[in-house]
């Protein structure tokens, strides 16, 4: 083998190495950008499912009524008894328009 053998079989070496180099550049973009869009996919489910939403809102709903229980006693039982008289006349309107319309 002479000197510009051994030139081109470096160079054609150094060719190889930056085309593997470049695929394995790829493969790492390629796994990232999956990776991105399947949090993005998780994102848009858990904002679009509302079932979660109800739930997750509930739950700091009563930790916040709770907390709120706790610092002022009083005016969580004034919220609570407001909030089940406002219930009962929603009912009781309820009751009554379908009881008078038959």
């Known amino acids: ?5 051994a ?5 054609r070496d150094a060719k190889t190495r ?4 470049t695929r394995l550049e790829a493969r790492a973009n390629s796994e990232r950008a999956r990776k991105e869009f ?9 904002k679009l499912n509302v079932p979660k939403q109800v739930r997750i809102k509930t739950a700091r709903a009563k930790v ?17 008894v407001t909030v089940a008289a406002v219930v009962g006349v929603a009912v009781w309107l309820i009751v009554r328009a379908v ?4």
């Open 18 to 21: 930056q085309r593997n180099l």
């Open 38 to 46: 399947a949090g993005t996919l998780d994102a848009l489910e858990d």
């Open 64 to 80: 916040e009524f709770r907390r709120f229980a706790k610092e002022q006693p009083g005016a969580a039982i004034a919220t609570g």
């Open 99 to 102: 009881v008078s319309d038959n």
């Open 1 to 5: 083998m002479t000197a510009t053998d």
């Open 7 to 11: 030139g081109k079989v470096k160079g």
